[in-house]
């Protein structure tokens, strides 16, 4: 951390930037230019909150040159993580494409979906038991039942579940049914109490969505308040941002994914269904999305998508994700990885 | 709502539209115009998702006439709803001016504040117990001691106290300690699990903060749930938005306040400190805020803010809260209102 | 300027930035920390270019102390600058509320609006007679006829004209017609060889509004090109600026105006017509953008709003805007000023 | 264009909307509904001004359905135009990577940079003479001399040339140095007499980029200004647009790609350059904008990065060039296309 002091600060308020700092546990170096004074911070800053240093008299700029996270940092850990999920390897050479419907409907509806997300080719189902929705007066989510119906369904196939967690008192029964990746939703992207609890309670892998405006440094450190915890199982899932463009539901990232991929040594996948919110603009979002490195897609497919619950214009149907596949892999191939 | 058929759609299109909008429960009139078919849908709509009509085959747009909330709805209470806090009036002619420290630190700390809060004229006073940081390695809060300390400090002061609650597991003991305005942070806007419960087990008044980057439409939408649960207190509070912009921290939507005032009846307040994120820009945001219809405000102050744990540099102190209070006031009193 | 340089910078990188930044003509000063080299760069460095220097190996951070923006800086110039404006003076202690249509339409129409405008107790009249409309397809203004009708009615009232020069190749004629306030539309914020144009070819006052999209940094150096033309008479004009938000047209950043009266001694003034797109909002913004420290007001004004040409929904009518003045009026006397 | 009458319009106001419109040359269909009047405009609406019907008393919301804009649609011109630029093709089935560097320096470095653009395979070549700087203290480009430099470098590698036009008066002299691709800056991407001018004195193919923040429906509008003119040689730049993240400069909107292929028979190619503002995030976009359907690349190239006059940082080098041809030739294949 770097403390740049005013031109017009006093010796008094150098000596004070000194002892505050040194008083958070860490060393100090100062520059006396000709101009102006420069007082470096030197060792873990980390926890050396930039607002309370900035307060001081005659502060005029605090630079932060170490990165506030540190476990998800790749500084802490050079190689790429690959997380295991049940035998299924994310974040490696391989691409995995998580596919299945908005909502859990019905038991013919999920077993119609799991059959298509198996024929496709893809290794991992989705599927909402718990909607966060706008509205209080739309489905909410089938609940628990919905849990069960998706367990069974995705069972018969062999397909591990990835599923959203809202409600932290639901975790238990989120174990209980051995919900193989726990989804923190956009909305939750800073429950800290919410990550807080998945990071000390449970090894299951967690794909962290960002934000609906949340920056890569404050999705990084949403993370960081899981690894904290103890589980390191973090999957980073972009679905695009909040915008001014009219055109399509959100602005996918799709800087994001070299980023992260570089501040991050863990996996970094894309929704490509929520980001443009019409089925007919995955495609392209689902190719540029692996050409820029991602390690995945989470996509929302449908047996029958005009019938959807909910979401119903943006999911796609079995033979578009057959398709989508090919494509996904001839993509893949181009940079050295496989589907 | 209105749906507009594509030009091209056939009569079983048309005639598949009307089915699923009976099937949801409203009456339809179809109307067959020159070049392409409209059709409304009549009667209580809010049950109706609008994605799902428009993935239907044949629909090139649907236009949503009525709100999608209702509790909330200026429409169903044309009034202003005035709350009532211990006494102390929210939402009519006079204004309130709630003050407190960012965080509560220390009992000595709390008195202080509880005495400049009082000085200055303010009714009511804000602090936190549970703080919602970006980082997990910063300061988190006094938690339960911490609400403790603050209800005391009020108490002797008689101003009732407003704090943030973020775990739901935590409202039992908010309701333990008789908090008399429950604060939904920003981050928490739509944690639905949360709003649902301080919609059915208690009738405490909500500060709902907008979230980071939510519209103003999502925003009632949130406060419709905890409407929906039984609560009808509910205070929003403009917080400023992300945006481009790097000269302040958040851009304060000022234009926001007119627009609630207009679709709700409910009181709006702003927080000109977390908007700015400068104490020197508080002045300026607060007299903007009161001049455009606010019913209240939400400052940080700190008896001496440079010595403050968290967002030291937003804080005004005792002597500037008495200055503002002296300008809000006249404002106030320009547009027919007091303080 | 602060270059810190990486942890694992060299010698000979550190060498080779002190050199380039030598040759661009600064003095520098090293800094050899303990755990990183820091340059100070000393002298004038306004036209360093930070990119060249983050772009030289071994570099992690530029700093920048020194604003880029000079003449227009309050740093050269603490005093407020008043413009005057044939006679009336904008930015000192008397606020300017400037009204007029929309679109110069008619000469009827600009000889009523001149009279609402005299008779509500405005000294400035607005108008546009070339418009930048989105499409080609409509309406594209009045050209030089109009500017003939605007100056004839406003001289019969005595009142100096505003109005948007979009056209670098117009200049002359905006001289040969007298114009007394040459207005800049946002999207011609960052039209360089305008700017330069009306910076070294006339000392007419410039209203320069903020680009739809452009930070505040941005837009002092927009007003720097002016400047540093020689012409230093220029009002920045804050507009709205684009958000996600869709209850409004834009959203009104009132934040910037305590910014820039801190960074500029040039007037401020807000456009409430254009931020919020909508006539029933334009007292709420006018009355915060006053008792945020505006200088004036750029209000749309027409004799009979709904059958006005262009943008007819955001006008008020001669009636509203002597409330309006009313209001404006109360506001200023709060916080010194008069109207 | 539907216009939705408010449930308490009087008979007399929706007369007078259907008189309005009527006088503005188009039909109507009045459809009385059980609860609200709609109002239905059929023929060429694209005169009408939404504004102005929305601002009539007793409409509730007007909803266009045709497209505004006409000659660029893909409705006026269902198969992809084909833009010949001395011999190649821009937007059929061979994509072109438009290469050289920020702005013209030397005639060494250009004569460097032709060769490596090349050698490269790229078969166009960019270089800016007039750059449009935020600073008017920063170097302003090489001006006419520099068009004469890139004119001679690319002429001895048989190179069409694409190079900025910022000032309208500059016309003349870039059709005298036969620049075979005008590109107009995101900056003047609203400059309306620029693009006027372009549209109707040649019919050099023109680059429109996208403006800061502009929505792709303002970006279609701009274009139908060009083309209104008489000239239809349009090709579309997505270049990034603001956000709030400020982990790269501009956030790309890779989602701009099929939402453009779709509505418009025109061109579309992306600059990855100035979207990231980083050389090392120049390979991720690229191949993300090729994967998602665009026609072409717009990328920045110098012989020697590091010794940039200007944007240093965002250039890659020849080598790079040669490695990011490989890639995009590989996605191209996958999805039909080659290099």
Known sequence: MIVVMSSRATGDQIERVVERLQAMGVDTNVSRGVSRTVIGAIGDVTCVDKDVIRALPGVEEVLR???????????????????????????????QV????????????????ARGVKAAGCRLMRGGA????????????????????FREAADAEGLPIVTELMDVRM????????????????????????????????QTPVILKRGMAATISEWLMAAEYIAAGGNHNIIFCERGVRSFERAYR??????????LKKETHLPVIVDPSHAGGKAELVPALSYAAIAAG??????????????????????????????????VGGIARVLGRSV
Chains 1, 2, 3, 4 share one sequence.
């Open 171 to 202: 975790l238990d029964t989120f174990l209980e049914y051995e919900v193989d990746v726990i989804q923190i939703g956009t909305r939750n992207m800073q429950n800290f109490d919410l990550l807080k609890e998945v990071g000390r309670s449970t």
């Open 98 to 113: 998580i596919a299945g419907p908005c909502s859990v409907e019905t038991p013919e509806q999920m077993r119609a979906a």
């Open 294 to 327: 991602a390690d995945g897609l989470l996509v929302e497919m449908h047996p029958t998508p005009c019938e959807a619950w909910c979401d119903a214009d943006q999911a796609i149907d079995s033979r578009q994700l057959q398709d989508l596949m090919a494509h």
């Open 250 to 259: 959100n602005m996918l990232d799709v800087t994001a994914i070299p980023v």
């Open 65 to 95: 040159i170490q990165k506030p996270y540190k476990i998800v940092s790749r500084d802490s850990h050079p190689e790429n993580t690959v997380i295991d999920i049940k035998g299924i390897p994310l974040g490696g050479e391989q691409i």
């Open 130 to 149: 718990f909607k966060p929705r706008t509205s209080p007066y739309t489905f909410q989510g089938r609940g628990v039942e919905g849990l069960k119906m």
